[in-house]
């Protein structure tokens, strides 16, 4: 069965820095996008964080600089490094995945736009002032 389980998350003071991680082995698309997505309290699910199978990346403008999204060498794990963090990125965040066709090569900018069905199950990040 295929799933999707982060780990990392925790209570930082604003300025520290977090990693986050994604056990992505039992998802075996050969063709796929990767990202991370967060959810606060009362709001929208928001992309963070994107990957493709060319290992490019994309973020939304807001959060350039300050969130990387990578793989292991082995593609096994996902990471979310989080620097600089400030109270408003306190969320609930999830790795996403989405199958693709299997003669497709994604780019982090296709997987900005995509939509994705596949969600762990989330880890809790918050940062106090």
């Known amino acids: 069965q295929e799933r999707l389980v982060e780990s990392g998350g925790g209570s930082v003071q604003a300025g520290e820095s977090l990693r986050l991680s994604c056990d992505i082995s039992?998802?075996?698309?050969?063709?796929?996008?990767l990202a991370w997505f967060r959810q606060a309290p009362g709001k929208e699910r928001e992309g963070v964080a994107f990957?493709?199978?060319?290992?490019?990346?994309d973020y939304p403008r807001s959060l350039e600089g300050r969130f990387t999204i990578s793989q292991d060498s082995a593609k096994n794990t996902l990471f979310l490094q989080m620097s600089n963090l400030k109270p408003e990125d306190s969320a609930m965040y999830y790795c996403?995945?989405?199958?693709?066709?299997?003669?497709?090569?994604?780019?982090?900018?296709?997987?900005?736009?995509?939509?994705?069905?596949?969600y762990g199950q989330g880890t809790q990040v918050t940062v106090s002032s």
């Open positions: 039992s998802y075996t698309a050969s063709s796929r996008c």
């Open positions: 990957i493709g199978d060319d290992a490019t990346t």
């Open positions: 996403a995945a989405a199958r693709l066709a299997p003669v497709q090569r994604s780019s982090g900018s296709y997987c900005f736009l995509l939509n994705y069905r596949d």
